[in-house]
């Protein structure tokens, strides 16, 4: 329906405007095969089902269907549009040649369908809404442009002549561009140039507009395309602000923390700080995690917990081998934290209650004396030991080399977990206690 709208709205009206001396029938004959195909329509929309909104059902019920698309539908406008106007001039098929053309345009009125049934179209096939718009108001400019050079042509000739086409007044601007007897292509060709020009309101492509039927034209289409071009930026406006809805967000916030900063009055390094720590927490677009994450399914949640933190802690020894079922619990207790470079992230000889996985970023490990030991990055862990030995102080300084996203387990959290399973306890205990006692022997080297 969608290709047999446009298709029709497309070479009806040039072949109505500016082909009306046609001889062959094959041109009427496809036109009202159409339009019968558009008839077919309005009776499968009166049986056709629908999905009411406020009861959540799908209402089947005949009468329902019909007065929901009768008073609710594009009925009426539709109806309009797919009469066949050609049975009215049978008897006066030759007499009557401009007024038979002209009561053809009524086909317009199918353009309300064919923007219901386009955004259907799109709504079946999963495109974005922001691509449809585009799309439709591209089309919308170029149909209209392609109407308003036919309405330039063929209303001369109507105010002229309802029966067989006359050749319009010398004042009319088909006569001054000399079109009377030219091709149909360049009466289209040139309509379409006015068209254009009085479109975007930059001229009327000749001598401005003398008959009265050319004046109204110019008025009538000037403040058409006044209204299209606004409702065009609108559409465009409200496209862009939804399709960068983040990272307009994320200009706004920006802004806030900005006028903030100045306000408190904060050191040029501080201000640098700040912004960075921004800058890398939203990556330039702006969202609320928690928010989003209430809005789905604790299953959802969770898979997205797992896809983020996966890796992270299936390449921790002591959590191999761990039930998928345990394993989901821990990565659900995980916090995402994000230190800046030189950020001190554990301190040596300070009490321990938690342990830390890299996802991002590098960090240095530092002994209680201050010596560089060694680089841990992306995937690697650290604190471990903190999750076993409650009193036990940190035997290391761990320090963020550059900015670093880590993901924070508190010992609270690990414990009650883990504590139905006394296996792995005992188990994860063992191995925190090697990498305890080589880190010992470290410092005392």
């Known amino acids: 329906m969608v290709l047999s709208m446009y298709a029709l709205c497309l070479i009806l009206p040039y072949q109505a405007a500016f082909d009306m001396d046609r001889k062959?029938?094959?041109?009427?004959?496809?036109?009202?095969?159409f339009i019968g195909f558009f008839n077919a329509d309005i009776i499968v929309n009166l049986r056709t089902g629908y999905y009411d909104q406020t009861l959540r059902t799908v209402q089947l019920d005949s009468?329902?269907?019909?007065?929901?698309y009768m008073f609710h539908g594009t009925f009426f406008v539709d109806l309009i549009g797919s009469i066949p106007t050609d049975i009215f001039f049978l008897a006066h098929w030759n007499e009557l040649v401009v007024l038979r053309e002209v009561?053809?345009?009524i086909i317009i009125f199918r353009g309300f369908s064919m923007y219901s049934y386009t955004h259907r179209l799109a709504t079946s096939y999963d495109i974005s809404i922001g691509i449809v718009n585009i799309i439709i108001f591209i089309g919308l400019i170029f149909l209209a442009l392609h109407w308003q050079a036919c309405f330039h042509y063929i209303v001369p000739l109507a105010v002229e002549s309802l029966g067989k086409p006359k050749a319009p007044d010398d004042s009319s601007w088909i006569a001054?561009?000399?079109?009377?007897?030219?091709?149909?292509q360049t009466k289209y060709r040139s309509s379409l140039f006015r068209a254009v020009a009085i479109f975007?309101?930059?001229?009327?492509?000749?001598?401005?507009?003398?008959?009265?039927?050319?004046?109204?034209?110019?008025?009538?289409f000037q403040v058409l395309s006044v209204l299209i071009m606004c409702k065009m930026v609108g559409a465009m406006m409200q496209i862009y602000k939804t399709m960068n809805s983040s990272s307009l967000k994320y200009q706004a916030m920006t802004a806030q923390l900005t006028q903030y900063i100045r306000h408190?009055?904060?050191?040029?390094?501080?201000?640098?700080?700040?912004?960075?720590?921004?800058?890398f927490r939203y990556q330039h677009n702006y969202f609320r995690e928690s928010e989003i994450l209430?809005?789905?399914?604790?299953?959802?949640?969770?898979?997205?917990?797992?896809?983020?933190?996966?890796?992270?802690?299936?390449?921790?020894?002591?959590?191999?081998?761990?039930?998928?079922s345990l394993l989901v619990r821990i990565v659900a207790l995980l916090r995402s934290e994000i230190f800046l470079t030189n950020d001190v992230i554990v301190r040596a000889n300070q009490p321990g209650d938690c342990m830390y996985f890299i996802a991002s970023g590098t960090v240095a490990i530092y002994t209680k004396s201050g010596k560089e030991v060694c680089h841990l990055e992306d995937g690697a862990h650290f604190g471990e030991i903190a999750l076993v030995m409650p009193d036990e102080r940190r035997v290391a300084s761990v320090v963020a080399v550059e900015i670093c996203e880590l993901y924070r387990l508190e010992r609270a959290d690990f414990t009650r977990t883990i504590h139905p399973y006394p296996m792995l306890w005992e188990r994860i205990k063992k191995i925190a206690m090697e990498r305890h006692e080589k880190t010992t022997i470290l410092n005392a080297q």
Request: charged residues 15%.
């Open 176 to 184: 001054q561009n000399m079109l009377w007897g030219s091709t149909p």
């Open 103 to 105: 009561t053809s345009l």
């Open 264 to 279: 408190k009055q904060l050191p040029v390094e501080n201000q640098q700080r700040f912004m960075t720590y921004h800058e």
């Open 24 to 33: 062959i029938r094959g041109w009427t004959q496809a036109k009202n095969l």
């Open 200 to 220: 975007t309101c930059s001229g009327f492509n000749g001598a401005p507009p003398s008959t009265m039927e050319d004046q109204y034209l110019a008025i009538i």
């Open 63 to 68: 009468w329902m269907v019909a007065k929901k």
């Open 294 to 324: 209430s809005t789905v399914s604790s299953q959802i949640s969770q898979e997205i917990g797992m896809h983020s933190c996966r890796k992270l802690v299936e390449n921790v020894t002591f959590f191999n081998n761990l039930p998928m």
